[in-house]
């Protein structure tokens, strides 16, 4: 049984009864804006201003010296310890370094050399970037790559090679059953990296318990660790002192500071670091990790399947073409409508301080990310995009105007 | 003819000259620090805490519309352009991205197309991550990896091949002479990638006119990013339609908001850019160039030189053994001297706000940093040196106590 409100009252009740409702406080966002976008780009939380400021307080005042007096030598590890507990890890298991891009050519290569077969597998609808890594991986090592259709990831490999799938799907939302798959891959002597960018923060993953063995993801959605902000890695302790990085940077080293021209790599996930990591951006991360203090993962789940699920009943009240799934625990964080015009909608979206995405060729997305949003929120959005699509208000010039970044 | 100071009257007689006295001013460099550790981490520019400040204004208040109002989606290539100007390279052959072992992974890797047999050399006295890379990429390709003497990395490769030096030396700040060295390749149909970590910013560097190829430096050393600042790539435009990178992330495709399923890589060096960059950091660095505006190279390398040269006549008063060259021109921006209980020497430095830097097992280093430091400052802190030395006050349990990074 789940509530869903009916009337702005109902999305007040509900919000007087969230037990997230006081994280909201944790963020400087400014009044009059409703911000859908946290699975793109996540607002900013005041502790990760703060923790950049006293970064550049350090480097300021300690200069070199800051390495040892704020820790940033183990501020990566660190950090990868507190997103541990939001994805269902040993803290030992996470390490933050680099960006998914990269982390993903490091797993992939990685885990060809656990995979019955040298084969890589990526399915039609993944994030472009993932793609194109698993492509280069193929052309760089002369191995065969296999595109498949949504969901035929396995069927491709055949019996063993590299799957990279995403646990939530950037466009859908449709969430994958990692337990399933991880199942599946031992079976068949396959190996799957998964890129957890759009699940990191608003589902309760458990990636130990369901046997995932590899992953990476970005933590400027729903983790709010600002733009651009490091990646991190996860790698099973089973599996870890296994492999190696295929970018050995100094960072990774048991010993950086011995100079050695031999590479030990350290344990655990801190193996795939690489050279130093972008501390003033990597301590934003941080600090942005403290509005998660004390959440329990399915609690922030519940809250963003709930908040998704009222924009669904509202986006079928309206009519509008649903491309992600009904089903609360079968999508993410964000729902994807196609809407004809999609950009102009936004923009009129936008100038009433209701923020969304468009993705060419015709998606909006709504992120529904739950430190922050209430349930009201998510009512006057709908309502406003209802009255934008009544009164065709979006067909002004000034909403066509394209920017550089959509 | 050179002037070299031969007391603290001579020494600030060159300060009331330099026309770069100024530049000091650009600097929060705590008081009574003297900093001889900016060919590790610069100190930090006030604009560069100006413009991480305004990143993070940005964020909170426009939220994703940032990669429109801040421009952050350019700011990569922004700021390479800024550093392009630095080393001597077109604005489009410069782009910001990654850490030097990710950059030399992706350069190395892409040379070994345009080379004309598949062996990679380095030196053995290069810094351990390009040996750690280099060894690296030899074991994923199956590719022989050949090391060599210091100074010998060529007669290694025989007719071709990819040779990864660094313009200036990590330890001993010896210079390569980067167009001989090219010349050399040309003749070899070899590829040199440079790493120029410890020579941008503080050497009048003229890549193009030296005909060189591909590089990549760090950042946050003598340019002043800040801790962990993303480094940059230089491809220089002859070669850079025809090589690619082997980690295509979304930010180097021609039309990254498209999302198509296939690459098609940017022009010039941005087609090296790979994920979503540090945002935060990266515009710590574009502030910190600030600094450099209007200064000649020319005037900042031979400042180095003559504030190194300063300190080696000092050195040799003292009787030190000097590992680094004597000839200014021949040399980096630090000098490296030989010193048994370095570590404690270091400290009781350091103590008397003299920073330097210490390298196991017995090298001192000292970075004379041109935009920030004055004669007097290289006089007083070679006077603090030789008083600790002499009075053997480096000797007490304090100074011996280790620090988790040297």
Known sequence: MIQIATSREDAAALDAEDPL???RGQFGIPAGTIYLVGHSLGPQPTAARQKAQAAMDAWQHDLVRGWNTADWIDLADRTGARI???IGAEAVSVTVTDNVSVNLFKLAVAALSLARQPVIAIEDDEFPTDQYIAAEIGRLLGLDVRRAAPGEGFAALGTGGVLIKSAVNYRSAEVADIAAYEEEARRHGAMIVWDLSHATGVRALSLEADGALMATGCTYKYLNG???????????RDIANRVSSPLPGWMGHKAPFAFDAMYEPRDGAARFASGTPPILSL??????????????MSALQAKAEALGTLAIARACALG????????????????????????PVVQALAAQGV???FRAPETVRLGFSPLFLTYAQVWDAMEALGEILQSRSWDRPEFHRREKVT
Chains 1, 2 share one sequence.
């Open 21 to 23: 409702a006081a994280r």
């Open 226 to 236: 600002g733009p651009g902000a490091p990646a991190f890695v996860y790698l099973a």
């Open 283 to 296: 301590s934003a991360l941080d600090g942005a990790l403290d509005a998660f203090d004390g959440v329990q």
């Open 84 to 86: 541990a507990r939001l």
């Open 320 to 343: 509008l073409d649903m491309r992600s799934p009904a089903e609360g625990h079968r999508r993410g964080g964000h729902i994807s409508l196609r809407i004809n015009d999609g950009y």
């Open 355 to 357: 923020l969304a995405d």
